[in-house]
């Protein structure tokens, strides 16, 4: 917004601010704004993307993968393949698996490893273990 | 389908995992003593409200309202909550009502979250199955206490304050609805056990039942404890719109835009603010910015921009 300048007239402000009164538009629809229910939507499944991406490249999870005969790229294009709906509810089962640090922790983090191997599995289609994970052909 | 060789171990505990993440009538465990809990907690200030017949959503929702500081009564809320053909209240209406109260509903699953509210003096609504499971018996109560030494939580339910209840009977009648749980909160106070999307998802749900006010504020609470999430400062930007404050809303959608230099869509509602505002080239200049920037709703940015070109003296 251009500032008017010092010293300007008391006239041309009067002018500046009618002309501006004149063309202001009243209020159009709210079709143009972006809501916040689509950016929310939108931020969340980058998010799960991005957390998704980030177990893969995990070194744990890649070892566990491989073990199996899995190749970590693969499973990674096929993570990337799936919708955002999908990712979405992926990430938050994973987020529901207790991987907490107690007595427990140790065999937790296994269990959670290999919990993440067996989801990849089932998504390329060799186990049908979670009912949750569609199945592509 | 080729089978992968696990230990037993693990198939013990991938059968668990999957149980609980399926979310299954499966009895969670109560905390004992040892836990990360004060032992015992009991809030003072939640009003007692005894339920008439079928009305202990209203009575739960009038106790938790008035305690976070807006008084209210089972009377005025029970239309709005109350579903005579079904003889109570869904658990949408209670959300709904939450909200149009100007209060945040943020629900909450299980016994830790539920204590982990109460140890921080939230109340907590919880619904309870009192029948059986082929003739149910739905029953809201307030949560208003626990005690892990005795095991026991403390309830507002039905015509009776303060009741003390074990746990282990409280979670029979508690499991049958997935340990549903409501926090009835002012926004600017977060649920202990808040995460950045529950929470953003909660107070959009105040935007969307038109608290612009209570939004703003819940959007800054938000932001407040994380300072870089988009969609809080959206929202924020955008209540402040639909409550008619331009100035207020530019400045949010500024303040987005230099922060998500790449985000189209603050650009977009900046441009929209500006150009309502008389900022014509200033407005022009954003709404470039946005189709420039592309994504998913780069339709919705060309838009703007056509609109903002056709306006142009």
Same mark, same amino acid.
């Given at each position: ?17 009618s002309v501006l009164l004149i063309s202001m538009p009243h209020k159009s629809a709210l079709a143009v704004m972006v809501g916040t229910e689509t950016v929310l ?52 089962? /994973? ?10 922790? /140790? ?5 959670? /490893? ?24 | ?7 037993? =171990? ?26 990360? %809990? ?48 079904? +003889? ?8 709904? @009502? ?28 919880? $619904? ?26 403390? $309830?507002?339910?039905g015509l009776k304050s303060r009741k003390s209840i074990r746990f282990s009977i409280f979670d029979r009648t508690w499991a049958r609805s997935d340990y549903w749980g409501l926090l009835v909160l002012p926004?600017?106070? %977060?649920?202990?056990? @808040? ?12 935007? +969307? ?36 404050? =331009? ?5 949010? *959608?500024? +303040?987005?835009?230099?922060? *998500? ?50 306006? +142009?003296?």
């Amino acid at each position: 917004m251009k500032m008017i300048r010092q010293g300007a007239k008391p006239i041309s402000v009067l002018l500046t601010i009618s002309v501006l009164l004149i063309s202001m538009p009243h209020k159009s629809a709210l079709a143009v704004m972006v809501g916040t229910e689509t950016v929310l939507d939108v931020t969340r499944s980058q998010e799960a993307r991005d957390y998704l991406n980030q177990i893969l490249a995990r070194e744990d999870v890649q070892t566990a993968l491989v073990a199996e005969g899995i190749d970590p790229v693969e499973a990674k294009a096929r993570v990337d393949s799936l919708s955002d709906a999908e990712v979405v509810s992926l990430a938050d089962r /994973i987020e529901q698996v207790p991987a907490g640090a107690d007595a427990l922790g /140790i065999i937790l983090g296994t269990a959670l /490893i290999v919990f993440l191997v067996l989801l990849i599995t089932d998504i390329l289609g060799l186990t049908d273990i979670f009912p949750f994970v569609k199945k592509h052909s | 389908m080729r089978r992968i060789g696990l230990g037993m =171990l693990a198939q013990v505990l991938i059968a668990n995992l999957m149980l609980a993440g399926c979310g299954g009538t499966l009895s969670k465990q109560w905390p004992g003593p040892t836990e990360h %809990l004060p032992i015992r907690h009991e809030l003072e200030s939640v009003p007692f409200y005894p339920q008439e017949a079928y009305q202990c959503g209203p009575a739960s929702l009038a106790m938790t309202i008035t305690w976070s500081g807006i008084p209210v009564n089972p009377e005025t809320i029970t239309q709005e909550v109350f579903t005579p053909s079904r +003889k109570g209240s869904l658990q949408s209406a209670m959300i709904g @009502a939450t909200r149009r109260h100007g209060r945040v509903a943020y629900t909450i699953r299980g016994p830790d979250a539920m204590l982990a509210e109460v140890a921080v003096g939230h109340p907590v609504i919880i $619904l309870q199955n009192l029948g059986l499971s082929w003739y149910p018996v739905w029953h809201y109560a307030v949560v208003v206490g626990y005690d892990l030494h005795q095991g026991t939580v403390i $309830l507002h339910s039905g015509l009776k304050s303060r009741k003390s209840i074990r746990f282990s009977i409280f979670d029979r009648t508690w499991a049958r609805s997935d340990y549903w749980g409501l926090l009835v909160l002012p926004p600017s106070h %977060l649920p202990a056990t @808040a995460t950045m999307h529950e929470y953003i998802s909660a107070v959009l749900g105040l935007e +969307k039942a038109r608290q612009w006010r209570t939004a703003i504020e819940g959007y800054n609470t938000a932001l407040g404890r994380w300072p870089d999430s988009l969609s809080a400062r959206m929202g924020l930007g955008n209540s402040y719109y639909a409550l008619g404050d =331009l100035e207020s809303a530019e400045a949010a *959608f500024r +303040k987005a835009t230099r922060r *998500f230099p790449t985000e189209g869509s603050a650009f977009n509602n900046l441009a929209q603010v500006l150009w309502e505002r008389g900022s014509q080239h200033e407005a022009l200049e954003a709404a470039r910015r946005a189709v420039y920037l592309d994504g998913p709703l780069v339709e919705v940015y060309r838009r703007t921009l056509e609109e903002i070109q056709a306006g +142009k003296p």
